[in-house]
């Protein structure tokens, strides 16, 4: 069921993205940052949260349900919290904005958090928490998510989504443990992507309204995405939609906009961003080395029969990075279509 | 299967607590301290972490693996972060101090973040969570567990501890919502507490060294706790340790030291607290306005089938703290027997 797979140079859809978003009006600083991250995601393997939502992103925006102007506005400034008005601007941008206002201020305090309302999505979480490594410091994101996926335990009204949460921690010698999870056992992209080829989806993922295991991914809208640990999963998407969302003034339960099926109603997106200075607790040619010895540790663990290695958070991130980046990005038919398409109604060069 | 219970009231349990510690070297304020936060702990209901514990705190304070008089050491002090060390302590007392400093860094950064080294187990992790809501404040607290009950995911070497996260949030009108989760599907102690009652426990709770299913609590020894979500809950409790325990320079891997089967060599636990200011975002009548309307909206979700409730996390422990106050605590005779046994041996007035 496979599509034909076209290689493309990341140069190309960087170039590409960034004549999009100018197209839609973007000024070229801001369409140069928003392209450098979704290409960014599509090189790390985040297939669901890189040029495949371009589409998405310019309908949004030729609707008027995204300013490609915003104007950022520190509403609450502290000297180691900010909370940031992102003007409805694209989410990326504004997660940018905020996750360097983060660094510079934890470069001082040690630690800073930096809350933003009126933002939209942002692509994938671990973009964020990754981008305080190369000032040797810990980065932590949290998102509402952009859709309700899933009831509070025991209900059936889907009041909270699959906020997903990052952490990223350098190494020396391996590469940067980088955990990026959503708090549901899957996320809804798999779903659609199992609907795609037709195949069944296994025990554990969804439940109908009657509290049935749903395996079937063309009924997925008669039911809901489990959260992992039953209960567990759902205090963790609870609390981190109150932090990412309440606190900053942001969308939450009831008022979370499906932005898949509404391209017009402002989704006031919730988000904020950690920053951690690991100087403000160790030496970090020490801490890197102390990561190094974690990997070897996991590593070296025995395995249980079927298991031909052990993963570390991140690992499968840093390969697949360095594959594309020398190799390209794997694009299907059919989302290659759906770009050329856009392109003509944009009327900009297509893609290659 | 179930013994006895008896209830004692609060008052009755703290003044023995407080009693055992003075009798093992405590400065009377800390032995007050450390009493305070385990009768709090059992008044919540979080009986594996409260009393329940006591005889082997004093266990280990007579056998040398717990410094009665510990000095707490400021290692690393920047505006809105520390790192404290322990002195190999009580870890209710390192902790205790630990939050007191995050609370008033955050006063004047919006945000502060304080770790600890060479401290000890240290009861429930919403303790410590709970402590910044007096203050308009947030609280999030992690912990590297006591004892490594879990492989990384595909292994066998039991290299993980549960290492549970607790996040605390004020309402107006309804308690406060309080998650407090390990990273497994299962704490260790429910195992024991299954093992005792002779019961089974479901699937998905255990596996054996072969990856299959373990049932019986008695062969627990056998096999490991299973993380919430598979790989996401390994991952949880991964970086959870990295940054609780490596980040500090406390114990994680290899170095754990399983507490239970060990009172002398010390553990070095790490854990540390998050204290967020709300005042750096919203105003906490609204805030706490906002989170009322959480509870409204999750309360009315229409309800799957075999559900009379939907609760939110902190629920029961409001509920269960307010009817202990009131009524006393209720202990097993086996641990009454426990309790007198350790009184006679300190030399000390018994329980009552």
Redesign the interface.
């Known amino acids: 069921m496979s599509d034909p797979q076209h290689l493309i140079p990341h140069t190309a859809l960087y170039a590409f993205i960034t004549r999009s978003f100018v197209a839609c009006g973007f000024p070229e600083e801001d369409a140069d940052t928003a392209a450098g991250l979704m290409v960014k995601a599509d090189l790390m393997g985040q297939d669901g949260h890189g040029v495949f939502r371009l589409p998405m992103y310019i309908k949004r925006l030729r609707a008027g349900g995204l300013n490609p102007t915003p104007e950022f506005r520190c509403l609450?400034d502290?000297?180691?919290?900010a909370?940031i008005d992102g003007d409805n601007g694209l989410g990326h941008l504004v997660m940018h904005h905020a996750t360097q206002l983060a660094i510079e201020k934890a470069k001082?305090?040690?630690?800073?958090?930096v809350?933003a309302r009126h933002s939209n999505h942002a692509g994938p979480a671990s973009l964020y928490a990754m981008m305080p490594l190369e000032h040797d410091m810990?980065g932590l994101y949290v998102a509402v998510g952009s859709a309700n996926h899933l009831?509070?335990?025991?209900?059936?009204?889907m009041?909270l989504s699959t906020n997903p949460i990052a952490?990223a921690?350098p190494s020396a010698e391996n590469p940067p443990?980088v955990?990026d999870?959503a708090t549901t056992?899957a996320a809804y992209g798999k779903v659609k992507t199992a609907a795609q080829r037709g195949e069944t989806m296994p025990e554990g993922w969804m439940?109908d309204?009657?509290?049935k295991p749903l395996t079937d991914p063309t009924r997925a809208s008669e039911g809901f995405l489990l959260p992992?640990?039953g209960?567990?999963?759902y205090?963790?998407s609870?609390?981190f939609g109150?932090?990412a969302g309440?606190?900053?003034?942001a969308a939450?339960?009831?008022d979370v906009v499906d932005f898949n099926a509404d391209s017009e109603t402002t989704t006031n997106t919730g988000h904020f961003i950690?920053a951690?200075?690991?100087k403000?607790?160790?030496d970090p040619d020490v801490?890197r080395a102390?990561?190094d010895?974690?990997w070897a540790?996991?590593k070296?663990?025995?395995?249980?029969?079927?298991?031909d290695?052990?993963?570390?958070?991140g690992e499968r991130l840093d390969r697949v990075t360095q594959e594309r980046t020398a190799n390209g990005i794997p694009l299907t038919g059919a989302l290659r279509a759906q770009l050329d398409e856009m392109a003509a109604s944009l009327d900009i060069d297509p893609l290659l």
């Open positions: 609450e502290r000297i180691a919290t909370l001082t305090t040690g630690v800073a958090w809350g810990i009831p509070p335990w025991g209900g059936t009204e009041l952490v921690v443990i955990l999870m056992v439940i309204r009657q509290g992992i640990g209960p567990k999963g205090g963790l609870l609390i109150i932090l309440v606190l900053n003034g939450f339960g009831r950690l951690l200075d690991i403000a607790f160790a801490f102390d990561i010895r974690v540790e996991v070296s663990s025995p395995r249980l029969p079927g298991f290695d052990i993963r570390l958070p």
